[in-house]
């Protein structure tokens, strides 16, 4: 079929439905357009002159809301643009990768939900773990101003012997990275004889290994748990699922 016989779908349903073309981007984008038969979500879609469009009843041609997804970032994905042999993340946010809980997702997925997303409190590359996208300027706002107030707890895979006081010492915080400030205390206990638990506020993860090498330890692995009072929980690795309506950061 050639471009001179088909027509993009928002200008069919703007014109089937004497609606604008951005109310007609607005129907489809959420999800209430069919062709024969088929969700469609791409406005752009062409469409030849024999194919069915259809409205479904009482839609409403309003914006998409903002989301906010919370993925497992496996270690070696940056959350950031990829970079080298790097890949991002956000290669991971698809349909595909959605978790399946018990409790549904809160909204229908839609393509659009992957757009514009922009990842916040950053852990290292060779980390895993409880990693924030966004869209929602509300989130984002709370991510910024209040980053530093925000507990993350994470759990950390040690080798070698710590030194004698060095558990205490992590706690009691102000050890000095390069020519920083001394570091706030954390709250760090033994999870077992090779991971230890970290609770920290005032900084990032990735000051971590940093820590764990001047009383001793070498850190092999490091998963973030939870930021502020969102938890990954249970969510499979590379997987991802929807900030649910009543939990806060």
């Not at 757009?115 to 924030?132: C, E, K, N």
């Not at 004698?164 to 077992?192: F, T």
Request: hydrophobic share 40%; proline share 8%.
């Amino acid at each position: 079929m050639s471009q001179t016989e088909s027509v993009r779908l928002s200008k069919r349903l703007a014109e089937q439905q004497s609606c604008s073309r951005r109310e007609a981007e607005l129907y489809i984008e959420a999800g209430h357009v069919q062709v024969d038969g088929k969700v469609v979500l791409v406005p752009g879609t062409h469409i030849g002159p024999d194919q069915e469009v259809r409205l479904a009843p009482g839609a409403k041609a309003e914006a998409i809301p903002p989301v906010t997804l919370l993925l497992h970032k496996p270690a070696g994905y940056t959350q950031g643009e990829a970079y080298g042999r790097v890949p991002s993340a956000h290669s991971l946010l698809t349909e595909a990768n959605l978790a399946e809980y018990d409790t549904p997702a809160p909204v229908r997925v839609l393509s659009r939900h992957f757009d514009d997303q922009v990842a916040f409190l950053p852990i290292p590359v060779p980390g895993s773990g409880l990693v924030i996208y966004t869209q929602d300027p509300r989130i984002a706002r709370k991510l910024q101003e209040d980053a530093y107030a925000l507990e993350q707890e994470c759990v950390v895979g040690v080798k070698g012997q710590i030194v004698e006081g060095g558990l205490q010492r992590l706690c009691k915080g102000g050890i000095i990275m390069d020519r920083h400030q001394p570091l706030p205390p954390a709250k760090v206990s033994w999870q077992n004889e090779t991971h230890l638990r970290f609770a920290i506020k005032g900084f990032w993860p990735d000051k971590i290994a940093d820590m764990c090498a001047e009383v001793g330890l070498e850190v092999v692995s490091l998963r973030r748990l939870r930021v502020g009072r969102v938890s990954m929980a249970k969510l499979p690795e590379g997987q991802w699922r929807y900030l649910l309506p009543w939990e806060k950061f």
